[in-house]
């Protein structure tokens, strides 16, 4: 147990409790104006050493800037460009409003109040975004016994309502393809493979087997704070994406002249095509004109043709796990989330082909027969009547 004692200051006399950390070691607390205070205090001290709960008052008193400098140098498997991303959130975002703020100072209401002002000129999911990292770094905190818990649980956070997913036909991908000119092939591949921006930004001419018609995606580049960042697909998974065979010759052209290591896909200056370059040089005003004859598209961006290219191979009869592969998803069970309103479409033609299949069975026969009986002994009543 801990122990007591006063001390005079020049404001009067004040209250000093000494106890010992888990680790044995003495270390003592000052400036309680009641023993009461004191008393309560050593009490809560105890129980926290019982329960497992103690945290050294010392270590929460380093700042949010500095912790957030270990949590990243902890976080060992995040992949170059996922790290990037952190760290921009975390210039941008976090440590503007916590940089100099102890660990232990960060409190729940501050957190919320934080979130809200955030939610009134930002998305809501990249306040989201922002309350995940942040929340990640305080949750570090709490497992190196710094903090007793995180602020940041149980946060009110904004609602992410899904705008309506863009999906084009086979015809409308044309059209754009054509609207597009000499960047055609972009539209078609990203239209028949679903590969993301990054992916095919970082296509290299080794990785397309135009015999077998198979694309390793085994690279990717991203640009978080505007400067590319290479890495590999998300997930950390490479994969193999078919394409269809009318793609052939497109990529033949795309490639001519090109050595394995050159990129498939180059901006007009030769280096990686960047995604909002593309946007506003090609892609934006096609699609304007494309609205024109479909003005009751949604909202269109490149990451629709990825979308676009799901719907495609499940209207044309794919597998939800070949979808999965072929989007590079980690489950299947995420690729049926995603894209529960495409499968939707799917029940009613399986309801279909069931109806057909019984139809043309012994189980189809027994309702004629059934129905026939039925209306026999309508007939009889009547008959009756």
């Not at 001419?205 to 694309?215: E, S, Y």
């Not at 950390?236 to 498939?264: M, N």
């Not at 370059?277 to 009751?296: C, H, W």
Request: charged share 25%.
């Amino acid at each position: 147990m801990g122990s007591i004692h006063t001390y005079t200051t020049q404001s009067g006399k004040r209250y000093r409790v000494r106890y010992r950390t888990p680790d044995r070691r003495q270390t003592d607390k000052r400036g309680f104006r009641t023993k009461r205070d004191a008393e309560q205090f050593l009490a809560s001290v105890e129980v926290a050493k019982g329960r497992g709960e103690w945290v050294d008052p010392t270590l929460s008193r380093v700042s949010v800037g500095a912790w957030s400098t270990t949590w990243l140098a902890s976080r060992s498997n995040l992949k170059p460009t996922t790290r990037g991303a952190y760290e921009w959130i975390l210039a941008r975002y976090v440590l503007p409003q916590w940089r100099t703020v102890p660990l232990v100072a960060v409190t729940h209401v501050d957190v919320q109040v934080w979130v809200t002002g955030l939610s009134a000129t930002l998305a809501p999911s990249t306040v989201r975004k922002i309350h995940v990292i942040f929340s990640g770094l305080m949750k570090y905190a709490v497992q190196d016994r710094r903090i007793p818990h995180n602020p940041c649980d149980n946060i009110r956070l904004p609602r992410v309502t899904a705008d309506p997913r863009g999906y084009l036909t086979h015809e409308q991908v044309a059209e754009l393809a054509e609207l597009c000119g000499t960047d055609g092939t972009v539209i078609y591949l990203l239209a028949y493979t679903g590969l993301r921006w990054g992916e095919l930004a970082a296509l290299k001419v080794k990785r397309v087997d135009l015999h077998r018609r198979r694309l390793d995606v085994a690279e990717a580049v991203t640009e978080p704070t505007g400067a590319i960042i290479w890495g590999t697909p998300k997930n950390h998974e490479r994969r193999s994406v078919p394409f269809p065979s009318f793609l052939t010759d497109l990529l033949v052209a795309q490639c001519a002249g090109k050595r394995a290591d050159d990129l498939v896909f180059t901006s007009a200056a030769g280096g990686v095509l960047r995604g909002g370059n593309f946007r506003n040089r090609r892609f934006d005003a096609a699609v304007a004109v494309l609205r024109e004859s479909y003005p009751e598209l949604p909202k269109i961006t490149p990451r629709s043709l990825r979308h676009t290219a799901a719907s495609l191979a499940i209207s044309a009869g794919a597998t939800v796990l070949s979808v999965q592969r072929m989007l590079g998803h980690a489950s299947a069970a995420m690729t049926l989330d995603v894209y529960s309103d495409l499968f939707d479409d799917d029940l009613d033609a399986v309801a279909t082909a069931l109806d057909d299949r019984a139809r043309r069975s012994d189980v189809g026969k027994m309702w004629a027969r059934a129905g026939e009986s039925s209306e026999s002994a309508s007939s009889s009543g009547s008959e009756t009547a």
